[in-house]
């Protein structure tokens, strides 16, 4: 068995220990909208902290609620599974098997500027937002999200951030963002986020709403924070 073959092996029986043992529990309390914290003390079975979190972080990616590449970009990450075979004497073995999965083509964006006026999120998210997640169904929006690389190159920035999160300080923590931008779905995390961060100047990103093919970029200081509407429309 060839080096490379023998550390997917390797990978592959250990994801079949963890995933008889809690892989489906921590599944389930992931769907349910836990957090880290959340699942490891409904755990029945004992398992690492750290692995408890690579394993939902992986989910929330196999279910496309975190993208590692920009939504409508037509870009996607490779999917491997792993088939559990059995040879003549009854030994299992692992392969390892591309998904094969429909991928959505690029988007020809028209895009938006947002003000991040505290009167207009002052009770969540804007009209105009509520409208475009009410078109386009939580599945089909995105918010990127800066997490890892901010808790990287600015530790002071982002404990700022942790405490302005209040409630959903926890999901933010129990994750392992990587250091990059990635790109989370806009669920009831993830709006709660928004609301919390816009306002107080703690957010700069942007906004993806794939079904009607429209990026709204959340207007940072330079650009008029104060502004509660769309400064720059194109839609």
């Known amino acids: 068995m060839a080096v490379g073959e ?9 994801d079949f220990v ?12 992931a769907d349910r909208g836990y957090t880290v914290a959340q699942i490891m003390e409904r755990l029945e079975y004992p398992a690492p902290c750290e692995k408890v979190r690579r394993m939902v972080w992986k989910h929330l990616e196999d279910n496309g609620v975190i993208l590692r590449e920009e939504p409508g970009s037509g870009r996607h990450r490779e999917r491997f599974s792993y088939v559990k075979e059995y040879d003549r004497n009854g030994k299992p073995t692992f392969r390892r098997v591309p998904e094969n999965r429909e991928e959505p083509g690029a988007v020809s964006w028209r895009e938006g500027i947002l003000g991040a006026g505290a009167a207009a999120w002052a ?30 190159k600015e530790p002071a920035l982002y404990e700022r951030i942790l405490e302005a999160l209040g409630g959903e300080r926890a999901y933010v923590e129990g994750l392992p963002w990587e250091r990059r ?7 009831s995390h993830m709006r709660e986020i928004l ?10 990103g942007e906004l993806f709403f ?11 200081d330079r650009e008029g924070r104060g502004s509660d509407v769309v400064s720059k429309r194109f839609f």
């Not at 023998?6 to 250990?14: Q, S, T």
């Not at 609301?195 to 700069?204: K, N, S, T």
């Open 6 to 14: 023998n550390r997917y092996f390797r990978e592959a029986l250990a």
């Open 195 to 204: 609301a919390l961060l816009v306002p107080a100047g703690l957010y700069q």
């Open 123 to 152: 009770g969540g998210l804007p009209p105009l937002l509520e409208e475009k997640l009410a078109e386009n169904g939580a599945e089909s929006s995105y918010a990127s999200c800066d997490f890892g690389r901010t808790a990287a």
């Open 18 to 29: 963890q995933e008889t043992a809690y892989g489906g529990a921590v599944r389930h309390l």
């Open 210 to 220: 794939l079904k009607t093919g429209e990026r709204i970029r959340i207007a940072g």
């Open 181 to 187: 931008r990635v790109y989370h779905r806009l669920d």
